[in-house]
């Protein structure tokens, strides 16, 4: 999870944000969660400020806090109700006048979160955010009447123009859909987001124009399913004349590529992508298991065998291809022989990028209904277990890459240190990939930079700038 507490300094307000007049109020925001949840975050933000509200950087004094909550496991939830309880207490000590609950915790929890955290002054669901300034209205107007919005998944996503960022300046996430029709069973997404939803092509690029207008070199397009876009408005998959138009858009360097489910990944898109010369050769895939018997019990419409013909044509159109994908360890029935299997594929396939969660038990999902749950204690220990083989591969990967150079988009300044940087290569996305710290004078967020890599400090690497950033 990521907590942004309030609002990074170097974020920037789109002009569009910009609000006149006096302020109806002051307020401090908290966002935690995923991408897709940041972006409705900078949403709110710009919402809140077209209509008059100020934002500060630290919650005491202000007069209300937003918390923008994640509930999609359980550790999700845990760090969610520790920040809502944190501004209760500040509450409670009389530093803030109330408290705003919004976001994916606050539509799983519906009416029991007001049981349950009674303090509570208002709670917002997923689709209620449009509505947020009409809830600081009556937040400081001391209007307690109605103390909860939920609207009902839209039949078309939700538009999110006129954003405040609280990215860095120079990237930002493109959300193109909303929602997901898959229904594995271990996750409860479709619960709190509803239904897939495509986002128009003409507003996204719309949205697309926007942040690049604001500076943003680096757009990240994510969804709940990004493979699956356009099939519910527009009959057919139609991600592939999207990342063409994309990649027309002025003032974007690079365009990332996120959240790809193993479906309608065809050869004509991986074609459009290997043509178009600002998206990097990374996808994200999430594929949570390969041995098909537990596929079929995560309802994954997939088996290993469509798996791998689809990493083998991925690799094949793109050269120098990145994949990064997460699995799930300690699913219910998960045998000794099939995760071995697991292992054994993890190390075949040299993945470059892999993140491991362990299987976590949610109600209102099909898993909590099948036998033969394991516990805690082994899917942890398989976790363990599966991230030493990645370790493995990647390490040998990064000891490879010393003594190449490579281009490395410079994120922020290592604490105290004049001429020390922290950037990524073309196969990170921030917050969840590997970082390289970049050495040279003359730097500054945002530049993109030829880095000659000298060491690996683990997971991460260690360069020094050989040219002039661009």
């Known amino acids: 999870m990521t907590q942004l507490p309030i609002l990074d300094q170097s974020a920037s307000p789109a002009t569009s944000c910009k609000s006149t007049g006096a302020s109806k109020g002051s307020y401090s925001f908290v966002s935690l969660g995923c991408p897709k949840n940041l972006v409705d975050s900078e949403r709110m933000l710009g919402l809140l400020q077209i209509d008059g509200y100020s934002l500060v950087q630290e919650p005491v004094g202000a ?3 937003v918390v923008n909550t994640c509930g999609f496991i359980e550790a999700a939830r845990t760090e969610s109700f520790a920040a809502i309880h944190e501004m ?3 509450k409670r000590q009389g530093k803030i006048r109330g408290v705003v609950v919004c976001g994916c915790l606050a539509e799983r929890q519906k009416e029991q979160l007001l049981l349950d955290c009674p303090e509570i002054d208002q709670v917002v669901g997923v689709f209620g955010r449009e509505e947020i300034t009409k809830v600081a209205d009556r937040l400081v ?4 009447e109605q103390r909860e919005v939920f609207r009902p998944a839209p039949v078309r996503a939700l538009e999110d123009r006129h954003r405040l960022r609280i990215t860095p300046k120079h990237f930002a996430y493109l959300k193109v859909s909303e929602g997901c029709d898959r229904l594995c069973t271990f996750c409860a997404i479709p619960k709190m987001r509803g239904k897939h939803a495509t986002k128009p092509m003409e507003e996204v690029i719309r949205e697309a124009e926007e942040l690049a207008a604001d500076g943003v070199r680096e757009l990240i397009v994510v969804a709940q399913d990004t493979t699956y876009y356009g099939l519910d408005l527009y009959g057919e998959p139609r991600l592939a004349p999207l990342l063409k138009q994309l990649n027309d858009v002025k003032g974007f360097d690079w365009i990332r590529l996120m959240y790809f489910y193993p479906m309608y990944i065809d050869d004509h898109l991986l074609q459009t992508i290997a043509d178009a010369d600002k998206i990097v050769p990374y996808i994200d895939m999430p594929l949570q298991h390969i041995n098909d018997t537990m596929l079929r019990r995560m309802s994954r419409r997939v088996t290993r065998s469509s798996t791998e013909d689809t990493i083998a044509r991925m690799r094949k159109f793109i050269p120098d291809l990145a994949i990064r994908t997460t699995f799930i360890t300690g699913f219910p029935g998960e045998t000794d022989e099939q995760f071995e299997e697991l292992c054994g594929f993890v ?3 040299k993945f470059e990028r892999v993140g491991v969660f362990t299987y976590s038990r949610e109600e209102g999902t099909p898993a909590v209904k099948l036998p033969d ?3 805690e204690e ?5 976790r363990d277990r599966l991230m030493e083989v990645q370790q493995e591969v990647v390490f040998d990967r990064n000891d490879a890459l010393v003594g190449t150079t490579m281009d490395v988009i ?3 300044q290592v604490p105290g240190q004049a001429t020390a940087w922290i950037g990524r290569t073309k196969h990170d996305a921030p917050d969840v990939d590997c970082v390289v710290f ?3 004078e003359g730097l500054a967020a945002g530049q993109i930079v030829k880095t000659e890599i000298v060491a690996t400090h683990e997971y991460d690497l260690i360069g020094a700038a050989v040219d002039t950033p661009r």
Not at 141 to 144: A, Q, T, V
Not at 378 to 382: F, G, I, L, S, T
């Open 378 to 382: 082994v899917a942890a220990e398989r």
């Open 373 to 375: 749950a394991l516990p």
């Open 438 to 440: 970049v050495s040279g």
């Open 347 to 349: 190390a075949e396939q």
């Open 410 to 412: 410079l994120d922020q």
């Open 63 to 65: 007069d209300f806090v």
């Open 88 to 90: 209760l207490e500040l």
């Open 141 to 144: 107007g001391n209007l307690d």
